[in-house]
């Protein structure tokens, strides 16, 4: 542990929020020794109260999550091309430029001191402190998402908590949800897979999951998708081996992560993109923007974009890991959001819970405030906690508003022109048109090995033997519509067979591609 009594000129006095000296921190002060204590103890009251007050709401999810520090180096270019065809974001602009960078990672449905090691998706959140302002990007490690519409987040992250009643994570309330939507096939199949239980922190990979856009000098957008690749490889757990790591320790993966940082072992990954042209794909038969579609690599090749390297741990968790606040609408110059629903809907949440979770003047907090900028100038005042007031040098301390014509803050001069295509239609509830729920499934299953397969299909089948037999039958619809063996293979362990949802129709509102319908077909 770092030593700071040279740094504080040797003087490790005790003191008290007011600066006075504590020079008893053993005892209340009391009529006599064996009390009553007194009242106007102010030391003892401070002390208590703010003890009281330690813990803030964690996070609604995302709450056990570890922090540390590093930096992104640019290439300077997206692939093989100059980064500024697509982009005037000034963090891809050069090669060697550096960038610094805050990222939490976490897991996301237990609690703050939940563990590491749970079957979970991890989530990959990274607060880059360009030139420009902050730039985050939330993601996580498996590339896709269990829903595409942001209305439907509250219901899925129900079912996967705690039931309210006897607060134990249930599977009959997980599948329950899931068997009534098919979205969620592509996601499971990877959640219940190997993957789903990475080794630590630095084996896995990152995805900025939904869909945006980059902005270059001429305004011309494209869509784009972020990857990030460990370089000490991807590596995951086996339920025994994790059951055997969370018996000892629920917090595995922070502290590899710290100790591996802390011994000079700066983990590393590779940052990629995938560009897509600013349009709706009409040829494709899924949506650019559905975030439950990856974009097939070979269709939609990775560009090398820089490198990410964390290399210093926090101070003090709570300072940095807790109230660090994140979220997408957290955007620079060159970089946009797409029309994704889920990305807009997102976009809302985070601010919102923020301020709630942390308070009015978050973005206060050392580790939130902008640091490649000169100053924030803002005629934001008030609040609680507010401990700054963002004026401009020489900026007349009088004028909170604008426009003003006694030296208050001004517009700042206007970005680059943005020219993405132009949209219309008629306003509607309605979901995406190209669906296809069971194809990118079906397409992981195809590429995992045969271990894997079974490993998926054993821990499938623990997971609905604990669930009533409609869910169990609904399920199992799914899982044949992606895959023979996949259905079959479940369907066995839970002593079922094809013959058992036959009977079952679509679900209401779901649509069939013909393939889908020719595999609903040979059920029957
Ligand atoms: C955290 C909402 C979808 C990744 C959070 C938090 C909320 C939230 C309220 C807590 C933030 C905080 O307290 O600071 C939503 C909503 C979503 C959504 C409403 C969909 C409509 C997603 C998706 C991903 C994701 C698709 C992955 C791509 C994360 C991560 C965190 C987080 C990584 C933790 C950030 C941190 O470490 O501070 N989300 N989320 N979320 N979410 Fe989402």
Same mark, same amino acid.
């Given at each position: 542990?770092?030593?700071?009594?040279?740094?504080?000129?040797?003087?490790?006095?005790?003191?008290?929020?007011?600066?006075?000296?504590?020079?008893?921190?053993?005892?209340?002060?009391?009529?006599?020794?064996?009390?009553?204590?007194?009242?106007?103890?102010?030391?003892?009251?401070?002390?208590?109260?703010?003890?009281?007050?330690?813990?803030?709401?964690?996070?609604?999810?995302?709450?056990?999550?570890?922090?540390?520090?590093?930096?992104?180096?640019?290439?300077?270019?997206?692939?093989?091309?100059?980064?500024?065809?697509?982009?005037?974001?000034?963090?891809?602009?050069?090669?060697?430029?550096?960038?610094?960078?805050?990222?939490?990672?976490?897991?996301?449905?237990?609690?703050?001191?939940?563990?590491? %090691?749970?079957?979970?998706?991890?989530?990959?959140?990274?607060?880059?402190?360009?030139?420009?302002?902050?730039?985050? *990007? %939330?993601? &996580?490690?498996?590339?896709?998402?269990?829903?595409?519409?942001?209305?439907?987040?509250?219901?899925?992250?129900?079912? #996967?908590?705690?039931?309210?009643?006897?607060?134990?994570?249930?599977?009959?309330?997980?599948?329950?949800?899931?068997?009534?939507?098919?979205?969620?096939?592509? /996601?499971?199949?990877?959640?219940?897979?190997?993957?789903?239980?990475?080794?630590?922190?630095?084996?896995?990979?990152?995805?900025?999951?939904?869909?945006?856009?980059?902005?270059?000098?001429?305004?011309?957008?494209? #869509? %784009?998708?972020?990857?990030?690749?460990? +370089?000490?490889?991807?590596?995951?757990?086996?339920?025994?081996?994790?059951?055997?790591?969370?018996?000892?320790?629920?917090?595995?993966?922070?502290?590899?992560?710290?100790?591996?940082?802390?011994?000079?072992?700066?983990?590393?990954?590779?940052?990629?993109?995938?560009?897509?042209?600013?349009?709706?794909?009409?040829? *494709?038969?899924?949506?650019?923007?559905?975030?439950?579609?990856?974009?097939?690599?070979?269709?939609?090749? *990775?560009?090398?974009?820089?490198?990410?390297?964390? &290399? +210093?741990?926090?101070?003090?968790?709570?300072?940095?890991?807790?109230?660090?606040?994140?979220?997408?609408?957290?955007? %620079?110059?060159?970089?946009?959001?797409?029309?994704?629903?889920?990305?807009?809907?997102?976009?809302?949440?985070?601010?919102?819970?923020?301020?709630?979770?942390?308070?009015?003047?978050? $973005?206060?907090?050392?580790? &939130?405030?902008?640091?490649?900028?000169?100053?924030?100038?803002?005629?934001? +005042?008030?609040?609680?906690?507010?401990?700054?007031?963002?004026?401009?040098?020489?900026?007349?301390?009088?004028?909170?508003?604008?426009?003003?014509?006694?030296?208050? *803050?001004?517009?700042?001069?206007?970005?680059?022109?943005?020219?993405?295509?132009?949209?219309?239609?008629?306003?509607?509830?309605?979901? $995406?048109?190209?669906?296809?729920?069971?194809?990118?499934?079906?397409?992981?299953?195809?590429?995992?090995?045969?271990?894997?397969?079974?490993?998926?299909?054993?821990?499938?089948?623990? /997971?609905?033997?604990?669930?009533?037999?409609?869910?169990?039958?609904?399920? $199992?619809?799914?899982?044949?519509?992606?895959?023979?063996?996949?259905?079959?293979?479940?369907?066995?362990?839970?002593?079922?067979?094809?013959?058992?949802?036959?009977?079952?129709?679509?679900?209401?509102?779901?649509?069939?591609?013909?393939?889908?319908?020719?595999?609903?077909?040979?059920?029957?």
């Amino acid at each position: 542990m770092k030593d700071t009594h040279k740094e504080n000129g040797g003087d490790r006095s005790l003191t008290n929020r007011q600066g006075h000296a504590i020079c008893n921190n053993q005892s209340q002060r009391t009529v006599g020794s064996r009390g009553p204590a007194t009242l106007e103890n102010y030391n003892f009251l401070e002390k208590i109260s703010h003890f009281d007050r330690e813990r803030i709401p964690e996070r609604v999810v995302h709450a056990r999550g570890f922090v540390c520090y590093g930096e992104f180096e640019a290439t300077g270019k997206i692939g093989d091309e100059p980064a500024a065809q697509y982009t005037r974001a000034k963090i891809f602009s050069q090669a060697g430029k550096k960038t610094p960078l805050a990222i939490r990672f976490s897991t996301v449905i237990g609690g703050r001191d939940s563990s590491e %090691v749970a079957r979970d998706p991890r989530g990959f959140a990274v607060k880059f402190y360009t030139e420009d302002g902050n730039w985050d *990007l %939330v993601g &996580n490690n498996l590339a896709v998402f269990f829903i595409r519409d942001a209305i439907k987040f509250p219901d899925v992250i129900h079912s #996967l908590k705690p039931d309210p009643v006897t607060f134990r994570q249930e599977p009959n309330r997980i599948f329950d949800f899931m068997s009534q939507t098919p979205e969620s096939m592509h /996601m499971l199949t990877h959640l219940f897979s190997p993957r789903g239980i990475p080794a630590s922190y630095r084996h896995m990979e990152g995805f900025g999951v939904n869909t945006y856009k980059m902005v270059n000098a001429e305004g011309n957008t494209a #869509l %784009v998708k972020y990857h990030f690749h460990p +370089r000490c490889g991807v590596a995951s757990l086996t339920a025994e081996e994790a059951a055997k790591v969370q018996g000892q320790d629920l917090g595995s993966h922070s502290k590899d992560l710290y100790e591996s940082i802390e011994r000079g072992d700066y983990p590393q990954w590779d940052m990629y993109v995938q560009i897509m042209e600013d349009h709706d794909h009409p040829e *494709l038969d899924w949506d650019p923007l559905d975030d439950t579609k990856i974009w097939p690599e070979h269709d939609f090749p *990775l560009r090398h974009v820089g490198v990410m390297t964390l &290399n +210093r741990n926090v101070q003090d968790q709570h300072n940095e890991s807790e109230q660090i606040a994140m979220g997408t609408g957290v955007l %620079v110059d060159g970089l946009d959001f797409s029309d994704d629903k889920m990305l807009v809907g997102r976009t809302f949440s985070y601010s919102d819970t923020q301020r709630y979770r942390v308070g009015t003047n978050y $973005l206060q907090l050392p580790v &939130n405030q902008p640091k490649g900028v000169q100053r924030v100038q803002t005629n934001m +005042r008030g609040g609680q906690m507010a401990y700054a007031v963002d004026l401009a040098p020489g900026q007349n301390p009088h004028i909170n508003f604008e426009p003003s014509i006694h030296n208050g *803050l001004q517009e700042a001069p206007a970005m680059g022109p943005n020219n993405p295509p132009v949209i219309t239609g008629p306003l509607t509830r309605s979901v $995406l048109e190209r669906r296809n729920d069971y194809v990118q499934a079906r397409g992981r299953f195809n590429t995992m090995m045969d271990w894997e397969r079974e490993d998926l299909i054993d821990t499938m089948a623990t /997971m609905l033997s604990a669930c009533e037999r409609d869910v169990q039958e609904r399920m $199992l619809w799914h899982f044949f519509l992606v895959h023979d063996r996949y259905g079959q293979g479940v369907a066995e362990k839970l002593g079922m067979a094809v013959g058992d949802v036959r009977h079952l129709e679509p679900l209401k509102g779901q649509v069939l591609t013909d393939e889908d319908q020719q595999r609903l077909k040979r059920l029957g």
